[in-house]
C-alpha cells in the first residue's frame, strides 16, 4: 500500500472509530474464550526424515510398544533400604499407586527377583540408602524407553506424582516422563512470572517517553490485544498441529516488544500530526507516515519469523506461526484500533501529563541526535572502520560455538527431576550410561536368517571392542557362555518352540523385520567422545545384508545438528532475499536495503558472541542462575530469524523518515541528520522498551528462553545505539547520492 492508500484508510477509520472499537472488544472477548479453554503444547519431536528419526520409527513399527514409566528415588541420611522402617515407609508412600488403575506395575527392590525385571540401573545406591522404584503405566510408549517424548496427557504424571508421600525420607522423580512435566511447569510459570515483571517497567518507560498516562497507555492496549489474539491463535493451531511449549514465550516476548513499539510509532506521529492539522487529516497523515512504516516493519519480522518453518525442526517450526500470528496482529491492530482510540481522543491525547516531563516538544529543530549525526557524518571512515572491528570483535566467540540438545541440566536446579536425574548418575551404578542404539534394518527379509544372524552377532562383537563401550545388549548377547552355531539355532527355533524366557529375552530387540542392539558407554550423550563413536558406528561398521541406523540421544543430536546446516542456507537466504525487496519497495532504493542488511548481520554477530560469552563459556552464570553447556542445537538458527526481522524494526523507522527528508530537501546529508533528529527520542525509548522485555525473559528459569530472550536483547541494544547512532550515517554519508539509487528500468514507487 502506498501513503496516499493509507491516508484514506486512516480518513476512514476516524469516520468509523466506534465500529471499529466494537469489533475490537469483540475480538478480545473471542480470544480470551479460546485461552480459558486452553489446547496442548508439545515438547520437541524428533524430526522423522533423519537417522535416529527413521531408527525410531522402524523400533515403533516392528516392536512390542514398553509400557511408558517414571522413576522414583527414595533417600534415607540415616537409614539403609533394608532397614524395616525404611521399606515400611516406602511400601506406605507406594500404596495409593498400587491401588490407581492409571499404574500398571510399581517395580521394587523388595520385590521377588522375577518380578523386579530390567532396569536402567540397579535398584539400590552405592551407599545403600537409596533405591529405585520404576512405576509402570497403562498404554504403550515408544518401542524404546530412552526415545520416548512423553505422550501422556499432561495431568496423568503429576496426579499420580501428588498421591506419592514418605514424611521421613526424600523422594524425587526421575526419567523422561518427569522431565518432560518440569520442562513445561518451567515453561508456564517463567510466562506469567517474567510478564509481571517486565510490564511495570515498560509502562515506567512508556510515561518516560510520553510523559503522558493517556499517550502511555495506549502502546499497552493495543500489546494487551495483538497477545491475547496472538495466544488464542496458537492455542487453535495445537489443536490441529504438534505446537512447541515455546511458543507462547515467542509470543510473549514478540508481541509485547513489536506491538508496543508499532503503537509508540504511531502515537508519537499522530502527537506532531495533531498539533498542526484537524482529527482526520492528522489521522490520515499519521497512518499514512508511521502506519506505512510499521506495515513495512511487520513484513520484515514475518519474513524472519516464517523463515523458521523452512528449516525442518520438528514442532519447533510452530514458534514461527505464533510469532508471525502476533506481529500480524500487532499491525492490524496498530492500523485499526489504535487510529480508532486516536480519533476519538483527538488532542486529549496528551491528557495527563507528567510534571517536568513535554515528551511532545522533541524533535523540533536542531537538536543533539542532529549535531551527532553532523559530526559522524564529518568523519565517515574514522567512525565507520573502527566500529565495525569492535562488532567483529564482540561476535569472535561465536567462532568456538557448540551445540547440543537439552539435558536435565537446562532445568533449574530446584527442578525436582534435575535433582533425580543428578542422583541417579552420581549415586547408583550404571546411573550414568548412555545407550546407543543400532537398528539393523533386513528390510522385508528376517533378521533371523542364519546369515543375518552371522552378520549381527560379528557387528556385536565389533561394537563390544570400541572404546567406552562398557557392554552391549541384543539377541545375540544373552549369554557370553554361548558361540555363533547356537544363536543360529535360537533364531531358527519357530516362535511357538521357544521357551517362555527366550521369548520374553526376544520380543523386545528382535521383530519381523529388524533386531536392536544398544551399546552402553560411560559417555556423556553430548561429549565429543560420544559424538565420535557414533560416526563410527555409521561409518565403519562390519557388513550387514540390510540398513544400519543408528538412534539414541547422542545420535540425535548429530542427526539434529545436519538437518540445521543443511537447511539454514536456504532459510537464511530466503529470509535475507525477501526483506531486501521488501525494504526495495519501502526505499525505492537498490542499495540501501543492501546496507540495511550488512548492519543487520553485525547485530547479529555481536548478538551470537554474547550468546556463547555468556551462556557456553558461563560468564553471568551465577548472576542468572544457570548451568553453564552447549548452545540447543536450534538456538542460533531461531535467534537469526527472530533477530533479522526485529533489528530491521528500528532500520525502517529511520530510513523511511529519512526517506521522506530526502525527498523533501533532495540534500543526502541534512536528510540523514534531521531523521535522525526526528526519530532519535523515540527510537531510544522504543529500543528501551524492547530490550527490557527481552532482557526480562533473560530472568526466566528455562536456559532456552533466557539464552533467546538475551541474545535478542543485545541485538536490539546494538542496533539501536551502535548501529543506528554510528553506522548508518557513517555509511549513508560515503554512499552520497548513490542511497537513492535505482536503475531507470526498473521505474519509480
Known amino acids: 500500500m502506498n501513503g496516499t492508500e493509507l491516508a484514506r484508510w486512516g480518513r476512514w477509520i476516524h469516520g468509523a472509530r466506534w465500529s471499529v472499537l466494537v469489533a475490537s472488544a469483540l475480538s478480545l472477548v473471542v480470544s480470551v474464550g479460546v485461552i480459558v479453554v486452553g489446547g496442548r503444547l508439545d515438547p520437541p519431536d524428533v524430526p522423522a526424515e533423519t537417522e535416529s528419526g527413521r531408527a525410531r520409527r522402524l523400533i515403533e513399527r516392528d516392536l512390542p510398544g514398553q509400557p511408558p514409566t517414571f522413576s522414583l528415588i527414595f533417600s534415607s541420611a540415616t537409614l539403609a533400604t533394608r532397614d524395616p522402617a525404611f521399606r515400611s515407609e516406602v511400601e506406605r508412600a507406594l500404596a495409593p499407586l498400587r491401588h490407581d488403575p492409571r499404574v500398571a506395575r510399581v517395580r521394587t527392590v523388595y520385590d521377588a527377583p522375577g518380578e523386579r525385571g530390567s532396569t536402567l540401573a ?18 504403550k510408549a515408544s518401542g524404546f524407553a530412552s526415545l520416548e517424548f512423553s505422550g501422556l496427557p499432561p495431568d496423568l504424571y503429576p496426579a499420580l506424582r501428588a498421591t506419592v508421600r514418605a514424611p521421613a525420607l526424600e523422594v524425587v522423580s526421575v526419567g523422561n516422563i518427569a522431565l518432560n512435566h518440569d520442562f513445561t511447569e518451567v515453561a508456564r510459570q517463567d510466562l506469567g512470572r517474567v510478564e509481571l515483571m517486565i510490564l511495570p517497567v515498560v509502562a515506567l518507560l512508556l510515561l518516560l517517553v510520553f510523559g503522558g498516562v493517556v499517550a502511555a497507555a495506549l502502546p499497552l492496549a493495543v500489546g494487551g490485544l495483538a497477545m491475547a489474539g496472538a495466544m488464542a491463535g496458537t492455542l487453535l493451531l495445537a489443536r490441529l498441529v504438534s505446537v512447541s511449549i515455546y511458543a507462547p514465550h515467542i509470543v510473549s516476548m514478540i508481541g509485547l516488544g513489536v506491538a508496543i ?39 520484515t519480522v514475518a519474513i524472519g519469523l516464517l523463515g523458521m518453518i523452512f528449516l525442518g525442526l520438528g514442532n519447533l517450526g510452530s514458534i514461527g506461526w505464533a510469532g508471525t500470528i502476533v506481529v500480524a496482529l500487532a499491525v492490524v491492530y496498530g492500523l485499526t484500533t489504535l487510529p480508532a482510540i486516536l480519533a476519538v481522543l483527538g488532542p486529549r491525547v496528551n491528557s495527563l501529563r507528567v510534571p517536568f516531563l513535554h ?18 557524518m564529518a568523519h565517515p571512515w574514522r567512525v565507520l572502520v573502527p566500529v565495525v572491528g569492535v562488532l567483529l570483535l564482540l561476535g569472535a566467540p561465536f ?11 537446562s532445568l533449574p536446579a530446584e527442578a525436582e527431576s534435575r535433582r533425580g536425574d543428578e542422583l541417579l548418575r552420581r549415586e547408583f551404578p550404571g546411573g550414568d550410561a548412555n545407550q546407543i542404539v543400532v537398528v539393523l534394518d533386513a528390510g522385508r527379509g528376517s533378521p533371523l536368517e542364519p546369515g543375518r544372524v552371522a552378520q549381527t552377532f560379528a557387528l556385536s562383537r565389533w561394537l563390544a571392542g570400541r572404546p567406552h563401550v562398557t557392554g552391549v545388549d541384543s539377541f545375540v548377547d544373552l549369554d557370553p557362555s554361548l558361540d555363533l552355531p547356537i544363536y543360529q539355532q535360537i533364531a531358527a527355533l519357530p516362535r511357538a518352540n521357544r521357551p517362555p524366557e527366550l521369548e520374553a529375552a526376544l520380543r523386545f530387540t528382535v521383530g519381523e523385520h529388524i533386531a536392536m542392539l544398544i551399546a552402553q558407554t560411560d559417555l556423556r550423550p553430548a561429549s565429543d567422545e560420544a559424538r565420535a563413536l557414533v560416526r563410527e558406528i555409521r561409518q565403519a561398521h562390519p557388513p550387514y545384508r540390510g540398513a544400519v541406523l543408528v538412534t539414541g540421544q547422542t545420535a540425535f543430536d548429530l542427526d539434529f545438528i545436519g538437518l540445521v546446516a543443511r537447511h539454514a542456507p536456504q532459510a537464511i537466504g530466503l529470509v535475507v532475499v525477501v526483506t531486501a525487496l521488501v525494504l526495495f519497495l519501502l526505499l525505492d532504493s537498490l542499495l540501501l536495503p543492501l546496507k540495511a542488511i550488512v548492519m543487520n548481520l553485525l547485530s547479529i554477530t555481536a548478538s551470537y558472541g554474547a550468546l556463547v560469552w555468556i551462556f557456553q563459556d558461563g560468564h553471568l552464570a551465577g548472576w542468572l542462575g544457570f548451568t553453564p553447556g552447549p548452545i540447543q542445537t536450534a538456538t542460533p538458527l531461531i535467534m ?15 530510513l523511511s523518515r529519512v526517506r521522506e527528508e530526502y525527498a523533501r530537501s533532495g540534500d ?82
Do not use: K
Not at 506521529?269 to 512504516?293: D, M, Q
Not at 537469526?640 to 529511520?654: I, K, N, T, W
Not at 530472550?709 to 550515517?729: E, Q, S, Y
Open 122 to 139: 540397579p535398584l539400590v545406591s552405592r551407599d545403600g540408602r537409596r533405591t529405585l522404584v520404576v512405576v509402570e503405566l497403562h498404554g
Open 261 to 299: 513499539d508499532y503503537s509508540l510509532f504511531v502515537v508519537s506521529r499522530f502527537r506532531e500530526e495533531i498539533r498542526e492539522h484537524p482529527g482526520p487529516e492528522a489521522l490520515g497523515r499519521t497512518v499514512a507516515t508511521a502506519g506505512r512504516a510499521i506495515l513495512y516493519s511487520g513484513l
Open 359 to 376: 515528551a511532545e516538544r522533541a524533535g523540533a529543530g536542531p537538536g543533539p541526535w542532529h549535531r551527532f549525526a553532523a559530526l559522524v
Open 399 to 409: 567462532l568456538h560455538l557448540r551445540v547440543g540438545s537439552g539435558d536435565a541440566t
Open 640 to 654: 537469526f530469524c527472530l533477530v533479522f526481522g526485529l533489528s530491521m524494526d528500528y532500520e525502517v523507522l529511520l
Open 668 to 749: 543526502n546529508a541534512q536528510a540523514v541528520a534531521t531523521g535522525l533528529e526526528r526519530t532519535g527520542r523515540l527510537i531510544t525509548g522504543a529500543a528501551a522498551i524492547m530490550a527490557a522485555v527481552f532482557f526480562g525473559f533473560g530472568l526466566a528459569r528455562s536456559v532456552i528462553i533466557q539464552a533467546v530472550g538475551v541474545g535478542i536483547g543485545v541485538a536490539v541494544v546494538v542496533d539501536a545505539t551502535i548501529v543506528r547512532a554510528l553506522l548508518v550515517p557513517a555509511a549513508m554519508r560515503l554512499m552520497g547520492r548513490w542511497n537513492w539509487w535505482r536503475p531507470t528500468w526498473l521505474g519509480r514507487s
